[in-house]
């Protein structure tokens, strides 16, 4: 095996692993810190607050987000590139969910970019944060935003996107990394992975449907 090609298998396999781990793991915990705002708009502020208070907050957001979002994105749009995705040949069901997760993965690239933009650097809520200042209202701020419909839709793609990218590249990290060995394994975890991404996808939207109509998508049905 030549340096290249050595080189190539383990910047792959970093790849995939800085997407399970911790990006992954990351827009659980991100779907989650905005699913409380479903318990209302005091429950959401008060997590936003304590998020934000957390010690060394820049360090773990360089370390274990800001760093591995980087090399994850830009070996992503280098396999993108170099891909030859054949689907309209062969038509396989593979071929087309690789070709599927590359779009993701650029939509993903320009909706983390808008996000981060949006939320963490154009926001008043980290600014505040910084100057001490936690009375200000978190919910209220991204309420706003998701009420204009446009950026309400643009999240929700936003959300299948990461969803699909994430539940899919989880199923080809169990093929890849020798976890999912044989047809029936893979078919079975194939499944899998797939409710997971139907659940979050629903978990997701019911989060961001929260801060336009209180209680999210399923309030209605549970009083």
């Given at each position: 095996?030549?340096?290249q090609i050595?080189r190539?298998?383990?910047l ?12 992954g793991?990351?827009m659980m ?6 699913w409380?705002?479903?318990h209302?708009?005091e429950?959401f ?5 304590w998020l ?9 957001e360089?370390?274990f987000i800001?760093i591995?979002?980087l090399y ?7 396999i ?6 054949n689907n309209?040949a062969?038509?396989?069901?593979r071929n ?7 779009i993701t ?12 933009y949006e939320f ?16 200000i ?5 991204v309420?706003?935003r998701l009420?204009i ?7 929700v793609?936003g959300i299948?996107?990461?969803?699909f990218?994430?539940a ?8 890849d ?6 047809p ?9 992975c ?17 801060f336009?109509?209180p209680?999210?998508?399923?309030a209605?049905?549970l009083?």
């Open positions: 095996m030549s340096i050595k190539h298998f383990v792959r396999k970093l790849h995939q692993l800085t997407g399970i781990i911790p990006l793991l990351f915990e991100h779907f989650y810190s905005n409380v705002a479903t209302g708009r429950d502020n008060k997590g936003v607050e934000h208070g957390m010690p060394y907050l820049l360090v773990l360089f370390g800001f591995p979002l994850h994105s830009i070996y992503g749009l280098i993108t590139y170099e891909g030859r995705p309209y062969y038509g396989y069901a087309w969910m690789y070709t599927i997760q590359r993965g650029i939509i993903l690239f320009v909706f983390i970019a808008w996000h981060i963490r650097i154009s926001s008043d809520i980290p600014k505040a944060m910084a100057d001490m200042k936690p009375s209202d978190s919910f209220q701020i309420s706003d009420k419909g446009i950026e309400f839709a643009w999240y793609v299948g996107s990461v969803v990218h994430l899919n590249g989880l199923w080809l990290f169990l093929i990394w020798g976890i999912a060995i044989g029936k394994a893979q078919r079975a975890l194939g499944y899998v797939l409710f997971i991404g139907i659940g979050l996808f629903i978990f997701g939207l019911d989060a961001a449907a929260a336009v109509r209680g999210g998508l399923f209605p049905f009083r």
